[in-house]
Structure formats: C-alpha cells, structure tokens
C-alpha cells in the first residue's frame, strides 16, 4: 500500500495531437492530460547501438492516484524530461496506477 505522502513529484502527462504547420502539414504535437502528484523511481539502465550511435535507455515506475483515460500513448514529463509510458499496471485495487515507462537519450 502506497501513503498519500510518497507521491512528492509533480509529473505532467500530456497526450499526442495532431496539428498542421505554417505550409499545411500534419504534425505530431502534445497537449497537457494532466499534472498530478506522482511517486517516481529508476527502474533500471541499458545502452544500445542503433544505426551505428549509441543509445541509452533508462527505466522508470511511475505511480499516481487511478487517473481514468490515461493511456499507453502517453508520455510522462518528469523534471524536464520525457517517459514514454509502455504499461500501466493497476495497483492497490485500483486507487492507485503505476506507468512503466522508458526514457531514450542519446550519447
């Protein structure tokens, strides 16, 4: 069981949209889902090469309160950096999520 107490980070979690540029283009954007308050924890870290530059990987659970429509399309915005959310686990019958995310930077 997670405290109330332990969620001491305030994550924003935003959505992709579609938008269209200056020449008329679809572009990829994001919009805010939400910012709440959030437990967060390293999970684990790997390097790899891709197309010949190396890449890091870094795991990360995210937990906060049941959040409804949040979603594996999501990303996490922690501290000036980007999670990709890759599972949402249902934890403590379900009053509270866990987002298992991946955050990529290159090297």
């Given at each position: 069981m ?7 980070e ?11 540029n200056?020449v008329?283009?679809?572009?990829l ?19 790899a ?24 399309s ?10 990709e ?17 991946t ?5």
């Open positions: 997670i405290d109330a107490g332990e969620l001491t305030r994550i924003t979690i935003e959505q992709p949209a579609t938008t269209q200056a008329g283009e679809t572009v954007a994001w919009s805010t889902f939400a910012t709440v308050w959030a437990k967060v924890q390293s999970l684990s870290g790997r390097e090469e891709r197309y010949g530059e190396i890449v890091g990987f870094s795991g990360h659970k995210v937990t906060i309160r049941a959040l409804p429509g949040v979603s594996t999501m990303r996490v915005i922690y501290r000036n950096r980007t999670l959310v890759g599972a949402i686990n249902e934890y403590d019958r379900i009053r509270y999520v866990e987002l298992i995310c955050e990529k930077a290159a090297t």
